[in-house]
Nanobody
Framework: QVQLVESGGGLVQPGGSLRLSCAAS????????IGWFRQAPGKKREGVSC????????YYADSVKGRFTISRDNAKNTAYLQMNSLKPEDTAVYYC?????????????????WGQGTQVTVSS
């Protein structure tokens, strides 16, 4: 049974950092493009980042470029999203998913498995 489990969310002050983890079971993450998405209350889901399986090319939403870094540790079957210089507008539930799709340089969706999400709240 395929399962993605996110962790690492929480409450952080503006300017702070968090690292989200996406631990996979039932599949080998190395073979999949992995994406991070977020959804704030009352807003549409937004693609945050995606990392290719073939060459680890990364893509970021303009709103997080230069602040967030996506990575993967194939030995641990885990993907990460390092989030620095966090802003209140980064507050959302963050999800990881496999088979993320990029159009142009925009992370648009994912058509594989999804995790249950982890809450990130940026507030003083």
């Amino acid at each position: 049974q395929v399962q993605l489990v996110e962790s690492g969310g929480g409450l952080v002050q503006p300017g702070g950092s968090l690292r989200l983890s996406c631990a996979a079971s039932g599949l080998t993450l190395a073979y999949y493009a992995i994406g991070w998405f977020r959804q704030a209350p009352g807003k549409k889901r937004e693609g945050v980042s995606c990392i290719r399986a073939s060459d680890s090319t990364t893509y970021y939403a303009d709103s997080v470029k230069g602040r967030f870094t996506i990575s993967r540790d194939n030995a641990k079957n885990t993907a990460y999203l390092q989030m620095n210089s966090l802003k209140p507008e980064d507050t959302a539930v963050y999800y990881c998913a496999t088979d993320c799709v990029v159009a142009g340089n925009t992370v648009v969706d994912a058509f594989g498995s999804w995790g249950q999400g982890t809450q990130v709240t940026v507030s003083s």
